[in-house]
């Protein structure tokens, strides 16, 4: 029986936004994949931590955001893992947790530029196929010795970044149609990254 392959969308989602769920969703119907996990991550080793709302907040505003995605999936795992987490320790904790699924990592072309930089990055290639989207400016190459677990997946360029969100909020900007209504309701009712 083939196993379920699953991306693994791994990000801060300081707050998750829209254009999160384009790409998600782009990924789950237009590629191998059955299903997309995002994976809030407590803090990114190669960003400061600085800014960053709780953890808990963060987790929930994508839980209301990918409620009615019956393919998108919120998962808190590295949570419980040491900090900094890294991608390969998350992926392989992942596997044994889940060995009827076979995970997919899912990487901005951005990433993908500095992918040297990562914890164990040629085992991490090695061990998981990995399919990177395009960002603007951003030119990706893939060796050919790698083309057999490394793919370019043409997917909408949405020019959308937390951090143009959290600085229009605190601008006190109508972001409304660059997030989730859920999200964009929490963020109202609470207050969040207004005062940051």
């Known amino acids: 029986m083939q196993k379920k392959q699953i991306g693994i969308f791994p990000g801060s989602f300081n707050p998750i936004h829209c254009g999160h769920l ?3 969703n782009y990924m789950c119907e237009f590629t191998c994949l059955d299903e997309v996990w995002f994976v ?6 190669l960003k400061e931590a600085q800014g ?6 963060r987790l929930q505003m994508a839980e209301r955001a990918l409620e009615k995605f019956d393919k998108l999936k919120v998962s ?3 949570f419980s893992m040491p900090r900094p987490s890294y ?7 992942l596997s044994s947790e889940n060995p009827d699924k076979e995970f997919v990592l899912i990487l901005g072309g951005d990433n993908w530029r500095l992918f040297e ?3 164990e990055y040629i085992r991490l290639r090695q061990e998981f196929k990995i399919l990177i989207y395009p960002r603007l400016g951003e030119e990706v190459t893939i060796p050919p010795e790698l083309a057999a677990t490394i793919s370019y997946v043409k997917a909408p360029i949405v020019e959308i970044s937390s ?10 900007k109508d972001v409304r149609a660059f997030l989730p209504p859920a999200v964009y309701d929490m963020i109202q009712k ?7």
């Open 22 to 24: 384009i790409l998600a």
């Open 40 to 45: 809030v991550s407590p803090h990114n080793p």
């Open 52 to 57: 960053l709302l709780d953890d808990e907040l």
């Open 76 to 78: 808190d795992i590295e």
């Open 87 to 93: 991608t390969i320790d998350t992926l392989r904790l």
């Open 117 to 119: 930089q990562w914890k």
């Open 163 to 172: 951090t143009f969100i959290r600085n229009s909020l605190k601008d006190g």
């Open 190 to 196: 609470n207050g969040y990254y207004c005062n940051r």
